[in-house]
């Protein structure tokens, strides 16, 4: 199995950029997605989940109204569009596959090498 992340960058405050992250070895349609994020010095961080068949989707709440997650079950990608990023948003931003959809860590399977995201003031 493997995920694949990228999309990260540099960019200013209130910019977008969105995150793409491509799985293969595993049937993506049966999985929940998960985004996390892992600060310098700080621990990893919920981001956002969505159910496999997209129905359902979690926020934490930092970024709700502000980040979006989406899947394409035919391309076997999920998304995080963000938005109006923040100084606070700077991170390494991992996808995950897990069996269910969570905000715990834990429950996921399979995890993505991560994508660098700067968002400077």
């Known amino acids: 199995v493997q995920l694949q992340a990228s999309g990260g960058g540099s960019v200013q405050a209130g910019g977008s950029l969105t995150l793409s992250c491509v799985a293969s070895g595993l049937t993506f349609s049966t999985y929940g997605m998960g985004w996390f994020r892992q600060a310098s010095g700080k621990d990893r961080e919920f981001v956002a989940a969505i159910s496999w068949s997209s129905t359902s989707t979690q926020y934490t709440d930092s970024v709700k109204g502000r980040f979006t997650i989406s899947r394409d079950n035919a391309k076997n990608r999920v998304y995080l569009q963000m938005n109006s990023l923040k100084p606070e948003d700077t991170a390494v931003y991992s996808c995950?596959?897990?069996?269910?959809?969570?905000?715990?860590?834990?429950?996921?399977?399979?995890w993505g090498q991560g994508t660098q995201v700067t968002v400077s003031s």
């Open positions: 995950a596959a897990g069996r269910g959809y969570s905000s715990n860590a834990m429950a996921y399977d399979y």
